[in-house]
């Protein structure tokens, strides 16, 4: 089995309504995500999935929130712009998409809100 990680970054700004600290505020984060996927068939060029191809499919889901206020997007209607619902809402953007349906699945989105804090999810089972 082999495991591929890539990392991809966006900006956005969020508050947390019922945050009990500054986080009620208005504030940005420059985001940091990590996505692993994983498969154990290699193709003719020796790779599981090219690189570049996995960061343009994280990159069509990191478009929906970049430079966006998280709080205004469909999303986040009714939850809030956590680290844990924007890592679960990746993952399974990703999820969904047929690239990843196969022989190549998706393992985990890890989310970095700043250098010294991060939340990664994947589902239980
Ligand atoms: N489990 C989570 N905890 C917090 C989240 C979150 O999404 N999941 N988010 C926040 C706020 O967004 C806040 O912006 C970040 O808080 P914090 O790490 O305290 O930010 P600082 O830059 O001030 O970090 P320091 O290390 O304290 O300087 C809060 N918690
Ligand atoms: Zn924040």
Redo the contacts with the bound molecule.
Sequence with gaps: MYDLTIIAEFEAA?Q?PD?P???CRL?G?NWKVEVTVYGHELNQLGMVMDFKELKAEVGKVIDNLDHYFLNDLPEFESVP??????AKYIYDTLAANPAFQHSIKVRSVQIW??P??A?KYWPQG
């Excluded at 712009?81 to 924007?86: C, D, G, L, N, Q």
């Design positions: 969020h947390l945050y600290g500054k986080c504030h984060h712009p956590t680290a844990e619902h924007i809100e700043s010294r804090s939340v």
